[in-house]
T-cell receptor, first 112, second 117 residues
Framework: RKEVEQDPGPFNVPEGATVAFNCTYS??????FFWYRQDCRKEPKLLMS???SGNEDGRFTAQLNRASQYISLLIRDSKLSDSATYLC?????????????FGTGTQLKVEL | ETGVTQSPTHLIKTRGQQVTLRCSSQ?????VSWYQQALGQGPQFIFQ???????GRGNFPPRFSGLQFPNYSSELNVNALELDDSALYLC????????????????FGPGTRLTVL
C-alpha cells in the first residue's frame, strides 16, 4: 500500500463548481498534513496546512480525520485559475528525523 | 516568490558522470530538503538537512549525497549517474524549531531539470 494515496483524476469541472479531493495515508504516526498546488512544469506551492481537524481559507477547506487516516480538500466556486495538480502531503517524524511524503497528485481542470 | 533559488535550471549529463546541484534557502530558514520528481509523479523525498546535519533520508542509494553550509544553503551530489536519474530536482526550505518539529511547512525553489543521456 502506498504511504499517501490520491485519485489521480483528471477532474474536469465547470467554472463555479464545487470539487472535493480525497487523500488517505498509511502511517498512523503522521503528525501534520499539507495541500500543495503544482502548475505544469513549475514547483509545488503551499496551499494549506492542516494541523488539527481542519482549516479554511477563503474558497478552500481542508479536513482531517485521524481515525480514518483521511484528508480532504474542498474548493468552492472554482475559477479557471484553479486548474493545476493538487498534492496531498504527509509529515511523519521518524527515528531519522522529519519526512514529507507526497501523493502523486490529483489533476483539476476548470472549464468555461 | 518563495525566495528559494536553485542552480542550474537545466543540466544535461551522460551516464556515469557526476553532478552537483545547488540551493539557497529562504532568508531565516535553517532546514533544506531535497526531492526528485519524475514526470507524472509526486516529489520523492531524498533527504533533509537541519542546521548542517542530515535529518532524515528517503529510499535513495548512497550515490545521492548532500551537504548543508553554515549559511544554510545546500548541495545535492549524485555520482555514477543513471538514465533513471533524469528528473526535476526540487529543493525546499523551512524553519524548524527542532529536528523533530511537527510544523514543517516547506517552500520550494523552481527546481533543476536534469537529463541523463
Amino acid at each position: 500500500r502506498k504511504e499517501v494515496e490520491q485519485d489521480p483524476g483528471p477532474f474536469n469541472v465547470p467554472e463555479g463548481a464545487t470539487v472535493a479531493f480525497n487523500c488517505t495515508y498509511s502511517n498512523s504516526a503522521s503528525q501534520s498534513f499539507f495541500w500543495y498546488r503544482q502548475d505544469c512544469r513549475k514547483e509545488p506551492k503551499l496551499l494549506m496546512s492542516v494541523y488539527s481537524s481542519g482549516n479554511e481559507d477563503g474558497r478552500f477547506t481542508a479536513q482531517l480525520n485521524r481515525a480514518s487516516q483521511y484528508i480532504s480538500l474542498l474548493i468552492r466556486d472554482s475559477k479557471l485559475s484553479d486548474s493545476a495538480t493538487y498534492l496531498c502531503v504527509v509529515n511523519t517524524l521518524t527515528g531519522g528525523g522529519n519526512k514529507l511524503t507526497f501523493g502523486t497528485g490529483t489533476q483539476l481542470k476548470v472549464e468555461l | 516568490e518563495t525566495g528559494v533559488t536553485q542552480s542550474p535550471t537545466h543540466l544535461i549529463k551522460t551516464r556515469g558522470q557526476q553532478v552537483t546541484l545547488r540551493c539557497s534557502s529562504q532568508s531565516g530558514h535553517n532546514t533544506v530538503s531535497w526531492y526528485q520528481q519524475a514526470l507524472g509523479q509526486g516529489p520523492q523525498f531524498i533527504f533533509q538537512y537541519y542546521r548542517e546535519e542530515e535529518n532524515g533520508r528517503g529510499n535513495f542509494p548512497p550515490r545521492f549525497s548532500g551537504l548543508q553550509f553554515p549559511n544554510y544553503s545546500s548541495e545535492l551530489n549524485v555520482n555514477a549517474l543513471e538514465l533513471d536519474d533524469s528528473a526535476l530536482y526540487l529543493c525546499a526550505s523551512s524553519l524548524l524549531s527542532s529536528p523533530y518539529a511537527r510544523y514543517n511547512e516547506q517552500f520550494f525553489g523552481p527546481g533543476t531539470r536534469l537529463t541523463v543521456l
